[in-house]
Each structure stands twice: as structure tokens, then as C-alpha cells.
């Protein structure tokens, strides 16, 4: 009696490893893909400047960095609310993204 005991212990230790062994493991996670780094002007042109103007006049206008400073330059002066930081962000965007 002493030895059937002993071995339904053992068999079940033995199972409970197994389970353990063979239990579901999260998934690895799939590597992070890198995502593009968004320039900080864009999110300014698209809610201070897209208030006023479609993307296609932002689009068509095609200034070089001086055209673009003095068009938002104009437009800060006609009631577009944005600081000097943002002036520099938005005029780097604006040429790099729709410059000659």
C-alpha cells in the first residue's frame, strides 16, 4: 500500500513537471519597428496653418526657406498664433517638405 502511494506521488509530481515544462510561455514579441520620426512643424502646419488653408495651397506654393519664412512671417502678422520657435519649426518643415 505504502509503494502504490509512492508511486501515484511520483506520477504526479512528474506530471505537474511535465505541465510546467510544456505550459504555454508568452510569445516573444516581435522586434519594435522604428517609426519615422515626425518633424515638429508638421503637427503646427496642420493645426495652425490647415485652419485657414488646404494642404493643396501649402502644397502648390513651393517656396525656397527665405519664400516660406516671409509667408509665415505674413501670415503671423494677419493673425496666425504662433512664437518664434514655432515660426523656425514651421519654416523648416515647409521647406524641406514643399521647397523648390
Excluded: F
Aim: charged share 15%.
Amino acid at each position: 500500500m505504502k509503494s502504490k502511494m509512492s508511486l501515484v506521488i511520483v506520477v504526479l509530481l512528474v506530471m505537474s513537471l511535465l505541465m510546467v515544462a510544456c505550459g504555454s510561455a508568452e510569445p516573444t514579441p516581435p522586434p519594435a519597428t522604428p517609426t519615422p520620426e515626425v518633424h515638429p512643424g508638421e503637427a503646427l502646419v496642420s493645426g495652425r496653418c490647415g485652419t485657414c488653408h488646404s494642404l493643396g495651397v501649402i502644397q502648390n506654393a513651393k517656396y525656397d526657406s527665405a519664400g516660406w519664412k516671409t509667408t509665415v512671417d505674413r501670415m503671423v502678422n494677419v493673425g496666425a498664433t504662433l512664437n518664434d520657435e514655432q515660426k523656425v519649426q514651421v519654416v523648416d518643415y515647409l521647406a524641406r517638405t514643399y521647397g523648390k
